[in-house]
T-cell receptor
């Protein structure tokens, strides 16, 4: 059974710092991995999608990497801003299905 | 391009009642998935519909059901509500084909069962 773990559960950093969020999964037979952002009480915003054949994706200050063999992904946020404060969720789609399997998320707080 | 919309945004129901939630996907998307989010369990997959057929199902009791219409809009029904059904219910749409499983989420319906 696929399990997704995100470490740390919470993170507080000062504005301007570069940071890394970690995601690990137990079954490397994934179809893709998607990173989301969720603001309190709101829906999910898709940040980056990495197909299983890809190693990384970039969007603005965000860079996500994928290492299928070790079952790990990282989300790198450069020059963090208070507006980046949110919960970041990692999710995988198994090759056997179409459902997203989520980690519990990392709650990020960026102080000015 | 309009995003995923969900109605209603908030609901308060009593134990034992039933409820129907609605989701309209992004135009051109044929797949709609439903997820339940609670503080304790996080985000859990309920089911996915593609071209009016249930294609995938999570591990939830039969009280949770859904359907999809020919215009890809989807509804989710929960019968005989329990206190533990209080949650944020999120719907996501995608093109649903192997080349594009990227999912886009709506704002959610906050269900409170009293």
């Amino acid at each position: 059974k696929q399990e997704v773990t995100q470490i740390p559960a919470a993170l507080s950093v000062p504005e301007g710092e570069n940071l890394v969020l970690n995601c690990s999964f137990t079954d490397s037979a994934i179809y893709n991995l998607q990173w989301f952002r969720q603001d309190p009480g709101k829906g999910l915003t898709s940040l980056l999608l990495i197909q299983s054949s890809q190693r990384e994706q970039t969007s603005g200050r965000l860079n996500a990497s994928l290492d299928k063999s070790s079952g790990r992904s990282t989300l790198y946020i450069a020059a963090s801003q208070p507006g980046d404060s949110a919960t970041y969720l990692c999710a995988v789609v198994n090759q056997a299905g179409t459902a997203l399997i989520f980690g519990k998320g990392t709650t990020l707080s960026v102080s000015s | 391009k309009a995003g995923v919309t969900q109605t209603p945004r908030y609901l308060i129901k009593t134990r034992g009642q039933q409820v129907t939630l609605s989701c309209s996907p992004i135009s051109g998307h044929r797949s709609v998935s439903w997820y339940q989010q609670t503080p304790g369990q996080g985000l859990q997959f309920l089911f996915e519909y593609f071209s009016e057929t249930q294609r995938n199902k999570g591990n939830f009791p039969g009280r949770f059901s859904g359907r999809q219409f020919s215009n890809s809009r989807s509804e989710m029904n929960v019968s005989t509500l329990e206190l533990g059904d209080s949650a944020l219910y999120l719907c996501a749409s995608s093109r649903g084909t192997e080349s594009s499983y990227e999912q886009y989420f709506g704002p959610g319906t906050r269900l409170t069962v009293t």
